[in-house]
C-alpha cells in the first residue's frame, strides 16, 4: 500500500466492493441493499443476498482468496447447476461470517442493468448532477441485445461513431 506495508486490509481478511445485482421496489428507486427483505413479494429470493458476481473489487489478502476458493469449489460441486449467483452470494456470506469486509458500490454509480432500464430509476437520478461511473448491462440476455441497448443509452462508442 501507500504506506509501504501489505496491500491489504492490514489483516490479511481482504476486502470486497460488491455491486448490487437485485430488483428493487416500485416505490422505493433509490433502495440498495445488500439483501432482499424476507417479504413474499421477492419470491424465492426472499432474504436472499442480491450482490453481483460479475462486477466487484477484491482487495488481496488471506480471507479474499478463500473466497475464491470457496465461490469455486461452491461451481464445481456435483449438483451446483448452472446459476453462479447462488454460490457467490453464499461464498461471500461465508467469508464475512470469517472476517473479510464487504461494502456495497453505490448504486447511483455504479447500478446494473435493472436499475438503469427502469425510467422511474432515472429520473430519480435526474436531480443528481453525478452520473454512473460504469453501468452493468446486465438483466438482459445476449450479446446482440446488450449492444443494442448500450446504443439506446448513448453509451457506446463503434467505429463509425469514432470516426465522426
Known amino acids: 500500500g501507500a ?3 501489505a496491500d491489504d486490509d492490514g489483516g490479511g481478511r481482504g476486502l470486497i ?3 448490487v445485482d437485485g430488483r428493487f421496489p416500485e416505490e422505493e428507486v433509490s433502495e440498495c441493499r445488500r439483501a432482499y427483505s424476507p417479504s413474499a413479494r421477492w419470491g424465492r429470493s426472499a ?3 442480491k450482490l453481483c458476481g460479475g462486477l466487484f473489487y477484491l482487495r488481496h489478502g488471506a480471507g479474499a ?3 475464491l476458493r470457496d465461490w469455486e469449489r461452491r461451481l ?3 449438483g451446483a447447476g448452472a446459476k453462479n449467483q447462488p454460490h457467490y452470494n ?3 456470506r461465508s467469508a464475512t461470517a470469517s ?3 464487504v461494502e456495497l458500490l453505490p448504486c447511483d454509480r455504479f447500478p446494473n442493468g435493472y436499475r438503469y432500464a427502469s425510467s422511474a430509476w432515472r429520473a430519480a437520478q435526474a436531480p443528481h448532477t453525478r ?3 460504469l453501468v452493468h448491462n446486465n438483466w438482459i440476455k445476449g450479446h446482440e441485445a446488450k449492444l443494442a441497448r448500450f446504443r439506446e443509452w448513448g453509451m457506446w462508442m463503434d467505429n463509425r461513431t469514432a470516426r465522426r
Open 65 to 67: 482468496l478463500a473466497f
Open 47 to 49: 432474504g436472499g443476498w
Open 90 to 92: 453464499d461464498a461471500l
Open 3 to 5: 504506506d509501504g506495508g
Open 99 to 101: 472476517g473479510m469486509a
Open 17 to 19: 466492493l460488491a455491486s
Open 131 to 133: 452520473k454512473p461511473v
Open 76 to 78: 464445481a460441486a456435483p
